[in-house]
């Protein structure tokens, strides 16, 4: 089975997570098939802290890929952004 997951990158109190399509065997961390984006908790000033190739994340969901809760809430969450900066 195929997962919409995040890997944790960063340093040590600096959380920076990809957001990745990845077989759900292979490690958090590990080995995934494709990065869709990013997302980065810690965002400050100009950063951007949510960067999600949005067709390429449909894709994968219509090729059954389940994304995790968290994963889940910032696919949603990046829609409503970039429907709000589209008006």
């Known amino acids: 089975m195929v997962t919409i ?3 944790r990158g960063g340093s ?3 959380p920076f997570y990809q957001i990745v ?8 961390d590990g080995r995934y098939i494709e990065r869709l984006g990013f997302f980065n908790p810690n965002a400050r000033g100009g950063e951007v802290p949510l960067r999600i190739d949005q067709e390429r994340a449909n894709h994968w969901i219509r090729q059954g890929a389940q994304p995790t809760d ?3 809430q910032l696919l949603k969450q990046f829609a409503r952004e970039t429907a709000a900066t589209a008006v």
């Open 5 to 7: 997951r995040l890997s």
């Open 12 to 14: 040590k109190k600096n």
């Open 21 to 28: 399509v990845a077989d759900i065997r292979a490690k958090r």
């Open 70 to 72: 968290r994963a889940r």
